[in-house]
Antibody, heavy 120, light 108 residues
């Protein structure tokens, strides 16, 4: 059974960067697109972008263009999401989630989430 | 961007049915997925491709999608169904995933 395990909580200063990891167990990462979704406190879900390791393609939400980088390390079955120029509005729980294939758009399973707190 | 509209809250007594709607322009032409999120937990997929249930999701959960409205129906609500529910589609115009604002299901 596939599981996604994310890195631990982070506290960052405004203007800095954060890099969150997401490690897949129970399968080879190259077979599965991975998506990143964030959730601000008390708010809904916001899609940030995703990567298809098999094709090396990456997509980002336009609002994050230039500020977010999603990358993959196939040797450790890990996907990374790095967000730069942090502000208090980036305080949120960041989730990774697997898509079954490049041609499907549902997310299952999800990682446990990583709380990123940005302080000014 | 493609806007998905959900009611902010739905309240149902145990044993009664609950329907959570997700409105969008011509959403019937898209594939809709639904997620359940309990407090402090990650979302869980409860319906995909409009009306397909993942393994482990009770048969009480069903989905539909037509015209401008998709819906997630729980036939006999239980206390354990209390959660936030989100619909999700892929916006093919600007090539990105979109989530509805979420609906809080309260079991009375």
């Amino acid at each position: 059974q596939v599981h996604l395990v994310q890195s631990g909580p982070e506290v960052k200063m405004a203007g800095s960067s954060v890099k969150v990891s997401c490690t897949l167990s129970g399968g080879a990462l190259i077979n599965y697109p991975i998506t990143w979704v964030r959730q601000a406190p008390g708010e809904g879900l916001e899609w940030m972008g995703g990567i298809v390791p098999m094709f090396g393609t990456v997509k980002y939400r336009q609002e994050f263009q230039g500020r977010v980088t999603i990358s993959v390390d196939e040797s450790t079955n890990t996907v990374y999401m790095e967000l730069n120029s942090l502000t208090s509005k980036d305080t949120a729980v960041y989730y990774c989630a697997r898509r079954a294939s490049a041609s499907t758009n549902w997310f299952d399973p999800w990682g446990q989430g990583t709380l990123v707190t940005v302080s000014s | 961007s493609y806007v998905l509209t959900q009611p902010s809250s739905v309240a149902v007594a145990p044993g009664n049915p609950a329907t959570i709607t997700c409105g969008g322009h011509n959403i019937g032409s898209k594939s809709v997925n639904w997620y359940q999120q309990k407090p402090g937990q990650a979302p869980v997929l409860v319906m995909f491709f409009d009306s397909d249930r993942p393994s482990g999701i009770p048969e009480r959960f069903s989905g539909s999608n037509s015209g401008n409205t998709a819906a997630l129906t729980i036939s006999r609500v239980e206390a354990g169904d209390e959660a936030d529910y989100y619909c999700q589609v892929w916006d093919d115009i600007i090539d990105r995933e979109e989530f509805g604002g979420g609906t809080k299901l309260t079991v009375l």
